[in-house]
């Protein structure tokens, strides 16, 4: 994906984040129905671990915030501030990642904040084009506010599809064969469904387990332990 470390830095501020601790668990009904690759981090379950205060908890986010770049810091800090989960999914090259603060208002305020320019709006939301530093010759990622959640993408069309999905426009993963009945609510969990992500993954595993025709494979990741779940 063209400006994925735009999104990972996103995700990698959400994981140092802090605020209130409640739970934001993955939600299938979030995802399109055929993608290769999800995962998502549960923000506010990740602020109560033993492994957020030994990173340095606020300490470590002000530190990080130093080496944002400048066009972004703003912005960045107030991810931080506001979210309770990130998710993203791959389909080939392209994708989209979501950042839920539960807060429209201060979707509003965030994307004010950052380098953003007004396009023209998909599937009827407001869109803009972030700019992040013209390192990619001319291309932009991509932002939508859907109520509370911040929808960044590299590409219009994942864009389109993110929201129409999750304005219940578009069928989801809600239901899915691809999916074990019931998925742990872990810190984080990262989802494998298409061949090439599987087939990724059959390359390096030793299991015999999932060296069978598999349609997913689960892997959940807690504070105190993992669970891989594999669907064939």
Known sequence: MRHVS???AFALVAWFGVGRAFASPFE???VPDQVEAVGHLDVDALRKTQLFAAVGGQAALDNAMDD???QLRTAIRAVARAAHGVSFWKDGEHGAAY?????????????VKLPAKPVASIDGFPTYAIDDDHRHGGKHALCAAFGG???VSDDEASLTRALRVLGGKAPSLTGSSKLPATVRQGVFVFVALGDQALGSIQKVAQ??????G????VFDVSEA????????
């Open 214 to 217: 598999l349609r997913s494979i």
């Open 28 to 30: 299938p009904a979030t």
């Open 225 to 232: 332990s993992g669970q891989v779940t594999a669907s064939a």
């Open 207 to 212: 299991s015999k387990v999932l060296q069978l």
């Open 6 to 8: 735009f999104v990972v």
């Open 99 to 111: 950042i839920d603060t539960r807060d429209a208002r201060a979707i509003a305020q965030l994307i």
């Open 149 to 151: 959640t911040l929808v």
């Open 68 to 70: 944002a770049p400048d």
